[in-house]
């Protein structure tokens, strides 16, 4: 390669961004394009995002087109089912090589560190075990495609404020053992093509420029052999190829041409080695041939079959929705009740998603109201109304619809139904995070009434992010739905029905209040505008003063922050209720190595049904953790054996001495539950000491 090819694969532009003139004839616009090299055969790279569908910013992109928008992030992971994840990554895999890409920009695995972040809903919760195991299972699904995935954002970009700016300043054990780990479980079980570095500096030093994230850990101690791509606008410095980046995406949104007209003087003036190219390209070779891109390349675009991928939504919901709340069994609903109202949410309209450039436009398009606002692409609903879906899941029923604006009309008219379901929703976006864990504009106050109104009260939450419940005990059952995706209102209507029983758990924390949370202020939020200088040294994107991030909870994210400090959340990880009973016996724990657990699950209720057993640890002086879960179907009556090994890393500390982790000799804790705040069984074992090298 001569060395103006070398360098050709190094950056590239948004194509959308591209006056149509100097596009490429034929590539289909996504978020970012990488010229090919014809000569070599060695394609262009043509990429989309990403983890929730083909996404096209809700249809902003590109205007008309629709891709099967699967659920959120959260109620992906809330199916705790790495088969299901997989399913949905190999859909969109398929959906995206249709047409036209062979790169997706999928993977998100933040963890949620703070309920507030507005990409919350975009991710796999709080937990590295699960959301590491979850994220190899969607990587791997997007990958059978032979199109190439990314992993995103290197590293502990877990808010939105100041995401261009603020630095992340902790130890480097305590993210070794969470952030870095949800990686580290990523990358060894999906392998992706790519890791995208994140906006957030880490230790002062930018994420995209950081030689211990990029080098360090992800090549020396990790042995990953692709490469790195920016997140769009994330560069900074020329530098940044010797730290470890190979790639520039979406190149205008920097502010220089950092891997192409700097790159080029930089080489001349022998500020750059030509061996930091030739590092960078071997990576993105590397990855183009081993992820299959040039034996099986993506040819024109292709029929989709959007009836079978849109069956991969519903069931990815099916399973998602977490049944929070049934006070005396009122669901599923009884016979077939006379009326039902369906309150807010315009569940007339369709289901609510998550804005930013995840925003799929769902098959049958994004439908928008002229009041509606928002950030970036805005609110929108798509896919099978909520109202629409009631009415095919209870036939015999009347089920009106009321948008609540007039109160005391909803009111009146909550009091006259069998039954009333209100959606509760709440908007989040990519690039801002939430004020708080409210629903708001009125929304717990309207709740509230109509349950006074309806002791039959149904409550469907549509949120990216936990909220908080004033009126929870007022109301006869809660349903957390997330953002459903296309099929969700019809999965919603099945469990209250009962067609579907239930079996999601929380992958997040639900807090009681902000008092419990690590940091009760979110940090940055208090800043003001950013100073000019601050504007002339990071660019226009930056929206506030440099700020640092800390975080108290280290390693102990999300529930372990609550055990380690006692405190009971409004829903704990792993919650979720049934329509049958499950009942866990015969525990039997190993240690020495490992810890090694086997036990019986039987299904004693009336109703066939999935359950997710979860497995704990304690060690001594630490917050419980997961080692690991079952996700189990059983028909009443059945019992199933489970057996749970843990991944020593997780009964281990980290090392930054002996650069590994650590097992000390000592007694575990072991427990089987049914949340993270309640054991079931419980055995005590004693693992033996061991040093695990990366
Ligand atoms: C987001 C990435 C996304 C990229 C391209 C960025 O703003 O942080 O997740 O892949 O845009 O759309």
């Known amino acids: 390669m001569t060395a103006d090819e070398k360098v050709t694969l190094l950056h590239g532009p948004m194509l959308g961004m591209v006056p149509q003139a100097k596009r490429p004839p034929g590539v289909t616009i996504g978020a970012g394009y990488i010229p090919g090299i014809a000569r070599l055969g060695i394609p262009a790279l043509v990429e989309s995002d990403a983890s929730l569908g083909v996404a096209n910013l809700g249809g902003v992109l590109r205007k008309g087109d629709v891709a099967t928008a699967l659920p959120s992030g959260l109620a992906l992971a809330a199916t705790w089912n790495p088969d299901l994840v997989y399913a949905g990554g190999k859909m969109i895999g398929s959906e995206a090589r249709a047409k036209g890409f062979n790169v997706l920009l999928a993977g998100g695995v933040n963890l949620v560190r703070d309920p507030r972040g507005g990409r919350t809903f975009e991710y796999l919760g709080e937990d590295p075990l699960l959301a590491g195991r979850l ?122 041409r950092f891997f192409s007209t700097e790159l080029s003087s930089a080489l001349l003036a022998g500020e750059v080695p030509m061996a930091a190219v030739d590092r960078a390209t071997l990576g993105i070779l590397t990855a183009i041939y081993s992820q299959g ?62 804005g930013g450039s995840s925003q799929v436009s769902p098959v049958g398009g994004l439908r928008r109201r002229a009041t509606a606002t928002g950030s970036f692409t805005g609110y929108g609903y798509g896919g099978t109304p909520p109202l629409e879906a009631l009415r095919t899941a209870f036939p015999d029923s009347v089920i009106t619809y009321i948008d609540s604006t007039d109160l005391p009309a909803t009111i009146a008219a909550a009091a006259k139904a069998d039954i009333a379901v209100v959606i509760g929703e709440k908007f989040s976006s990519e690039g801002v995070d939430v004020r708080d864990l409210s629903l708001g504009g009125g929304q717990d106050d309207l709740i509230a009434a109509v349950a006074g109104a309806n002791p039959n009260t149904v409550v469907v939450l549509e949120t990216g992010n936990p909220v908080v419940m004033p009126w929870r005990d007022k109301v006869a059952a809660i349903l957390e739905a997330w953002y459903p995706g296309q099929s969700g209102g019809t999965a919603v209507a099945q469990v209250l029905s009962g067609a579907v029983n239930p079996s999601g758990h929380l992958p997040v924390t639900f807090p009681a209040d902000f008092g419990q949370i690590p940091n009760p202020v979110l940090p940055g939020s208090t800043m003001g505008p950013p100073s000019k200088q601050d504007k002339a040294l990071y660019g226009s994107a930056v929206t506030s003063p440099t700020f640092d991030i800390g975080y108290p909870e280290g390693s102990d994210v999300g529930y372990r922050w609550y055990d380690a400090r006692h405190a009971v959340p409004l829903y704990p990880f792993g919650f979720g209720l049934s329509y049958t009973h499950f009942a866990y016996a015969g525990l039997q724990a190993h240690g020495g190595a490992t810890v090694r657990v086997t036990f019986r699950v039987t299904n004693t209720g009336t109703a066939a049904g999935a359950d997710v057993p979860q497995v704990y640890v304690t060690l001594p002086g630490k917050a419980r953790r997961l080692i690991g879960w079952s996700r189990t179907d059983l028909a009443p009556g059945q019992t199933r054996t489970v057996t749970v090994v843990a991944d020593r890393r997780l009964l281990a500390r980290y090392s930054v001495q002996n650069r590994g982790w650590l097992v000390a000799a000592g007694p575990v804790k072991v427990e089987v539950s049914r949340a993270a705040t309640d054991p079931v069984l419980t055995a005590s074992v004693r693992i033996a000491a061991a040093q695990l090298q990366p």
Not at 297 to 305: H, L, Q, Y
Not at 313 to 332: C, F, H, T
Not at 343 to 353: A, C, E, F, I, T
């Open 135 to 256: 994220v190899a299972a969607q990587i791997g699904g997007v990958q059978s495609n032979h199109i190439m995935s990314t992993i995103k954002h290197f590293a502990l970009n877990d808010q939105e404020t100041g995401r261009n700016i603020a630095s992340v300043n902790f130890d480097e054990a305590s993210a070794r053992e969470s952030d870095l780990l949800a990686f580290e479980l990523g990358i060894e079980g999906g392998h992706p093509g790519a890791v995208m570095c994140s906006y957030n500096r880490v230790g002062d030093t930018y994420a995209c420029e950081n030689r211990f994230l990029l080098t360090d850990v992800l090549r020396r101690d990790w042995g990953f052999s692709g490469f790195v791509m920016s997140d769009w606008g994330a560069v900074h410095s020329v530098g940044a190829l010797t730290a470890g980046l190979d790639q520039e995406s979406g190149e205008a949104l920097d502010t220089k």
């Open 293 to 354: 891109l040039v034996d099986h390349p993506v040819i024109g675009k292709s029929a989709i079959d959007y009836a079978a991928d849109g069956a991969v939504a519903l069931r990815a919901e099916q399973q998602g929705i977490v049944l929070l709340r049934n006070q005396d069994g009122i669901l599923p609903l009884k016979a077939h009740p006379r009326t039902i109202l369906l309150v807010g949410g315009h569940g007339d309209l369709g289901v609510l998603s998550g």
